[in-house]
């Protein structure tokens, strides 16, 4: 419970007298009544005279640029008060305000008479309650960071279609309704594990750490670690040293929706994907099934198209292709082959001819060297053989036949080399150089001496 703190002035400083009661005498009755102006001007000059400091909840703030002013709501159990800041007062302080945040104001009541509105002007403002809280984690923010705790590239993937979906949260808070009412919404494929557990108090981040364990031996392909809005110190179980690092270390993606916009606490800094509420949280886990469908009949459209247009073409390929010259002709089939057996044939037929013409003229070089050969193996007898027809020649009977003698031989063919030999009247045959002679012996006569030569006896 957030309690106002009041200081007064002190003794002295100012004094308001309490007003006299009706019919107490004091006033007279002869004072004329106070206008509506100049009784608001009176309150005004009472209230600026009390300077106090309030602590408080911020329950609105509003911070347009262009305005003067910065204007904000602080309430406790029961009350709310309207205040503002000047603008360069404001920027002085060096404080972010949000709604939710614990302060303390220092200023005086004001009075807008036109209205007959009242604010408290602020001169001071500090954050109350959470300002050491806000240096140790920002400490403890830093020191993670440090480790590589926060870095994007150690950050797991989230599924693009999970199949089981773990919700850590209160089972009692508003948080788990909005989350399992998107998730049924958008994505009712998946099935969800509900594990509930305090998200306030000194325990809490123990008792989250054990959901956390119970969500991954479930194998939950994701988790939401969630929970609704609050004050700073509501949320510091999610600011806890320990239950960050179990989230960094999980082996599953942690989706967290704290549900506390203006901060980061240190589990959203450490875990896979923040964001900013329980419902944003259940949205980027799933899909949206009617955008899926959509895709899917849109896809399926497309794809039964390019399947009718693929058709439509293959079938006028087809109705070309049975109308082509090769279909209509059989022998089309076998002309190319028969091209090129031709002209394998008419290469083969040079090619023998070429070989057996080469191997002709290779033969008749080899005929020719051996007849070559032969002839110089021969040339020696042959001419010597030659001399030896010309020394036979010169000793031949023709050529002595052919100079003019002749030659007598009987019907037996014996040589007459003497008249004693034959008788008279014996045939003979006288054998000159051009043929050969009959001739009947009529006579014998014996020479005076026979020539040892027959060339001498020529002679």
Request: hydrophobic fraction near 40%.
């Amino acid at each position: 419970m957030y309690q106002e703190e009041l200081i007064f002035p002190e003794p002295g400083e100012f004094a308001i007298e309490p007003a006299a009661e009706p019919g107490s005498g004091t006033e007279s009755d002869s004072d004329p009544a106070l206008s509506v102006s100049e009784a608001l001007q009176l309150a005004k000059g009472a209230l600026e005279r009390v300077a106090v400091t309030i602590r408080g909840e911020i329950s609105e703030f509003s911070d347009k640029p262009g305005y003067k002013a910065v204007y904000f709501t602080i309430t406790d159990e029961s009350s709310a008060l309207s205040c503002l800041i000047w603008r360069n007062v404001f920027q002085r302080q060096d404080v972010q305000l949000r709604q939710g945040a614990l302060v303390e104001v220092s200023g005086v009541f004001s009075l807008y008479a036109a209205k007959g509105r009242m604010n408290f002007e602020v001169r001071t403002l500090r954050l109350a309650g959470e300002g050491d809280l806000r240096v140790k984690v920002a400490q403890l923010a830093r020191k993670l960071a440090t480790e590589g705790l926060m870095d994007a590239e150690r950050k797991l993937p989230l599924p693009q279609f999970p199949g089981r979906i773990a919700v850590v949260t209160s089972p009692r808070g508003k948080a788990v309704h909005d989350v399992l009412r998107t998730l049924r919404r958008r994505y009712p494929l998946a099935e969800v594990l509900l594990c509930g557990v305090p998200v306030e108090g000194d325990g809490a981040p123990r008792q989250i750490i054990a959901g956390l364990e119970a969500a991954v031996q479930a194998a939950a392909e994701v988790i939401l670690l969630v929970r609704g809005g609050g004050s700073y110190e509501d949320l510091m179980p999610f600011n806890d040293e320990t239950l960050a690092r179990a989230i960094a270390s999980s082996p599953i993606p942690i989706v967290t929706g704290i549900g506390h916009e203006p901060d980061n606490s240190i589990a959203d800094m450490v875990a896979s994907y923040r964001a900013s509420t329980p419902t944003a949280a259940a949205e980027r886990v799933a899909p949206n099934i009617a955008e899926i469908t959509a895709r899917l009949t849109s896809q399926s459209q497309r794809l039964g198209q390019g399947l009718r247009s693929h058709s439509l073409r293959l079938g006028t390929r087809i109705a070309a292709l049975r109308q082509a010259r090769i279909f209509m002709d059989c022998e089309q089939l076998f002309k190319d082959r028969q091209y090129s057996l031709e002209a394998a044939g008419q290469r083969l037929s040079s090619a023998l001819e070429s070989s057996v013409s080469r191997a002709a003229q290779q033969q008749q070089l080899s005929r020719n060297r051996l007849l070559q050969q032969g002839r110089n193996l021969l040339a020696p007898a042959q001419a010597q053989l030659r001399m030896q027809a010309a020394q036979l020649q010169g000793l031949s009977p023709l050529a002595v036949l052919a100079r003019g003698y002749s030659v007598a031989y009987d019907r037996d063919g014996h040589v007459i080399s003497s008249i004693d030999a034959i008788d008279l009247c014996t045939e003979l045959v006288l054998r000159v150089s051009d043929g050969q002679l009959g001739c009947l012996v009529q006579d014998k006569q014996p020479l005076a001496s026979a020539p040892e030569d027959p060339e001498d006896a020529n002679d």
